[in-house]
Nanobody, 128 residues
Framework: QVHLVESGGGLVQAGGSLRLSCAAS?????????MAWFRQAPGKEREFVAA??????????ADLADSVKGRFTIARSDARTTYLQMNSLIPEDTAIYYC??????????????????WGQGTQVTVSA
């Protein structure tokens, strides 16, 4: 079983930056497992933020939600670690951010149901 642990959340003023990290432990993720970030604000459904694939050539492909394009970036250092760099944060970014892995496929997806491993989440709060 894969365990995902997020870190890096916190309280920041609007316009500030945070970097979230996600580390996998347990059964090592396949080198071709996709990973993603989702978020859930109070009273709202969990939504896609960013995703990254991994290929045998170590190249990766990424996608971002329209609401965060130009402000967030996703990166992956290896099969077990992914990062979400969040710049120019706005109060609407306040949410619990979850790391997810698609352990059976290296192709990223924006669909929650296609991820089979999840972290416990890390709180991000952006004050006005």
């Amino acid at each position: 079983q894969v365990h995902l642990v997020e870190s890096g959340g916190g309280l920041v003023q609007a316009g500030g930056s945070l970097r979230l990290s996600c580390a996998a432990s347990g059964r090592t993720l396949s080198s071709q497992s996709a990973m993603a970030w989702f978020r859930q604000a109070p009273g709202k459904e969990r939504e896609f933020v960013a995703a990254v694939s991994w290929t045998s050539s170590s190249a990766y492909y990424a996608d971002l939600a329209d609401s965060v394009k130009g402000r967030f970036t996703i990166a992956r250092s290896d099969a077990r670690t992914t990062y979400l760099q969040m710049n120019s944060l706005i109060p609407e970014d306040t949410a619990i951010y979850y790391c997810a892995a698609r352990t059976y496929s290296g192709r990223y997806s924006t669909t929650i149901g296609e991820y089979d491993a999840w972290g416990q989440g890390t709180q991000v709060t952006v004050s006005a």
